[in-house]
């Protein structure tokens, strides 16, 4: 049995490798699946598309619509959402998509540091398990294969 | 016909009221829900009906699942969520109740200002509305009356 | 029992009150909900809530979110839905509320004249019952009270 | 991960040969699925299989039925749509695969031309993007991968 | 508190009167709702609204439509459903009913009499509670207000 | 692509045979469950692992049980429903099992002899597709290939 | 906006007086809704409609029957589910009860004494809120109107 | 075809194994999926992840959460589940775990034995199949192979 695991969560530094080569050193049978975490091909996806949009608003809106249609496909194929939350970005659409994952019943790990108890309290009582490193979201997922 | 609304967002200011203040003004038939706008009272529930947790992790936990609690029975009751996002706090949560809103197909109108449209843009293409004012917000249910 | 009915379709002539005031007529318990069916309004609305738009695409657009709300507001409050085509319009976004209530599992009835058999043939066969004209639609709701 | 694309949509011309053949230049791991493409075949089927028809109703009504049970098979196995609409037709059902792909949840992209911007803008608001060209939607998928 | 009972089953006779009277006797809280018990009705409703078939596959698909648009309609305000099988007719729509309304969770009474405990066997197995006159049917929704 | 058909209805002759060897023929690909066809081990079921039952009620119900089982286990499995009604029983489970598929929106096929017309009218109405002959079955299903 | 409250749990002794009682005096907007609270009666009921049975099993097996059905409808009702484990009975009907409506994304609050904390860890932990007492039961619903 | 199964209940003794073992000799295409049975490792889990809780219900918990997700991800894979109840626990969960089952539509067979036919009469009734041993939940699992 393979489980597909969503990576949720900022795309600003190189956690979901970290995922991977973990998951890779336990022999866990996990395949990943992330959003695109090239952080400018992210913001640009729209308008490379769609062609260049009148202002900042639609450029956004394009580029989410690319990133949201992404975001469902993967989803849906997931076993298994893990979301990690760091101090640095407000990150809402991590939290969207945890809550997504946990309204469609998939079960959600939430990764957070200490600091952010308090801002993620909610979405950690909805999530199955919220740990505070990545060895312990790995752990969880070890378990599974226990 | 009339419709309830959850209001969804931070419970800092005083944002709701003038939401039904001018629902009231425009005769529209609307009742709103909401979660608890008392800060303090949000935040010491769990403790107030438990009594004392060990640390801070566990006061949080217990305080947000009375608080989930009370927003899934209300918003199980709403026929439109409002989610307003401001610029001074983290509101993973808000992300949270627009994003289950969304998956529990609850018609959904985001609030936020202009200059939060990149932060939010993947949250505000999965919704059905987003505006930048309570008065647009409004405009938006007077014309399913319209 | 009051069944409300959503009557999705066309917007450019008063079909709506021939069926309001054929259905009090006969007494029947029924309320209706509809779109927004002054066309200049339905069209304006984006940039009536949200300001001048930069083009033609994103004017449409806007007014297409506020209008969706709207009709998955009033569709979610409906027990049966009706949907006229008339030969004037294309009308795809009738196709799209008539599809998307006989994927809720909302009881359906389609109007059209008898010159449009062909181009509607999936839609009709999809849906519950289709009739030619407000009269027949009238008797299917008369006996759903018989 | 291959992903199946269900491809709804005028069977007037080729275009669903330029969609495969641009997803095998590219490498993609997609598989495509479609309704009848021959046009007389797909009018005719309710007839070859069921017998002659008392008339053109139950002529179109019986090819409907056949058709309609391919499109919900093959969209059940389908983990994203496209649906393409070109200047020439009604394509009345092609907005219905579109809405009830969309209301169950499977991500969806629209091809529409230009000049369709606003007779199609209720359901390129619904669809999770809305592209010009068939490259475009083919960028979209690629970007899945990406 | 007031439920809603759809009554499925044969329209020959005066059962459902018996329901109600039992129903009203002992002053339960019940109102009912059921197809069409006019069998020329029912069986004519098609032709009724759409005019002449023109043969008799043709006749009963069109009344059928109608008949099917009813009970979808009935039996989604229905709290609890109630289907009653005799001796003398093949009557699978009363099966079809019933096993529509336990798919959609609706608690499910069948009514049957001893001499078909075998061909209904799969039925009350998977039905809440099967009975064998109208009284113990009435006693088991008496038993919901006891 | 590779369709698993679910083929509901009497036991008590060869038809499955049938479709399966004109689905070789035809090199469909196919695979074909179905309920238990030895009719004295489908009644005996329940007592074989059970035990000796109280009476024929628990007998029946006792074997019911295993057979939903099955039934619900296999139809699960199962991307395409064909039920056959033939003129010489009952069949209610043919019904149920048949309705229960088009309440959980699997694509159904009746196969029944112009005799059963009027009987099986409203079952008709609601399945995809509905013929009178295993060879227009196998047609239809041979169409989702073409 | 009253809520209905189902009641799941041990029926030997008055804690749903309590809670009524409770809420009486808080002026809560509540109305509760219950199993059989009468054990013999609970017992009994199949037998009592339907007959003396043949042994134990089909004893219990007739009550439960008519005791599920009960539940369903209630249940269906309900906006909130309390269960309520004491020390002394197994309750699994407690638990699947407990389980149906967290299944069914009913707001659910578990009261347990502190001795059962560990059989009931898991169960707890899938519930909205666990509390020791029907005070602080209470006070959870009476925060959703705070 | 392979039938996944999970298996709920109790970690006590080897009953998984001797299920696997019997579906081995009979070569049944069934695979296993059940939650930690090492019972020290399944309680301390938890801490084992999150580090030393403050007290014995946040053990508790914990361990919860992390057995929970086990439970959601194997039960969503599984076909089937079995959940065996013996005399010496309470088993709550188990109950728990079988409700969530069958409420998700996943068959489900209940071992237990003859002494707790009362206490499990509610579980039983909903479940598909109650056998008393694990050689006839063997059976009935062969049975969907005959």
Do not use: C
């Not at 956690?15 to 050193?25: F, L």
């Amino acid at each position: 049995m393979e489980l597909v695991v969503y990576l949720a969560g900022q795309i600003h530094d190189d956690w979901r490798d970290q995922v991977a080569n973990k998951a890779r050193e336990k022999n866990l049978s996990l395949s990943f699946v992330a959003p695109q975490t090239n952080h400018d091909r992210s913001d640009a996806i729209g308008e490379d598309i769609l062609g260049e949009q009148p202002n900042n608003l639609y450029r956004d809106d394009t580029a989410s619509s690319v990133n949201n249609f992404r975001t469902q496909v993967l989803m849906q194929k997931a076993d298994v959402v893990i979301a990690l939350f760091g101090e640095s970005y407000r990150q809402w659409n991590t939290a969207m998509d945890a809550s997504a994952a946990i309204s469609l019943n998939k079960p959600t790990i939430i990764i957070r540091p200490e600091s952010l108890i308090h801002p993620l309290k909610e979405l950690s009582n909805k999530a199955n398990v919220t740990v505070e490193t990545i060895d312990q979201a790995i752990d969880v997922l070890e378990y599974v294969f226990d």
